[in-house]
């Protein structure tokens, strides 16, 4: 089995930073694309931006430019920096990994979810 855990969400004033982190853990051989995903209320999840294992990089249009995604495959963990944060960035934050397990299956694992809330 394998375990995301996100942490670095909270609250922000507009126009501030967060730095969100997740980190794998479990019966893992290879990750290979990881990414992070947000709803918020009455929404529907949407994608927020996705890095491959070689580092290549998907945002989507509503964050390029503030938002940055990055990972350390040592350590199985996927960061997302998240500079000029407006209110309409305010969600629930998820992290995702496509991962194969030492049992040879590969399957898609999500985390628990981090609150970013950005406010005044």
């Known amino acids: 089995q394998v375990q995301l855990v996100e942490s670095g969400g909270g609250l922000v004033q507009p126009g501030g930073s967060l730095r969100l982190s997740c980190a794998a853990s479990?019966?893992?051989?290879?990750?290979?694309?990881m990414g992070w995903y947000r709803q918020a209320p009455g929404k529907q999840r949407e994608l927020v931006a996705t890095?491959?294992?070689?580092?290549?990089?998907n945002y989507a249009d509503s964050v390029k430019g503030r938002f940055t995604i990055s990972r350390d495959n040592a350590k199985n963990t996927v960061y997302l920096q998240m500079n000029s944060l407006k209110p309409e960035d305010t969600a629930v934050y998820y992290c995702?990994?496509?991962?194969?397990?030492?049992?040879?299956?590969?399957?898609?694992?999500w985390g628990q979810g981090t609150q970013v809330t950005v406010s005044s």
């Open positions: 479990g019966s893992i051989k290879t990750i290979y694309d």
């Open positions: 995702n990994a496509d991962v194969l397990s030492w049992n040879y299956l590969r399957s898609d694992y």
């Open positions: 890095i491959t294992r070689g580092g290549s990089t």
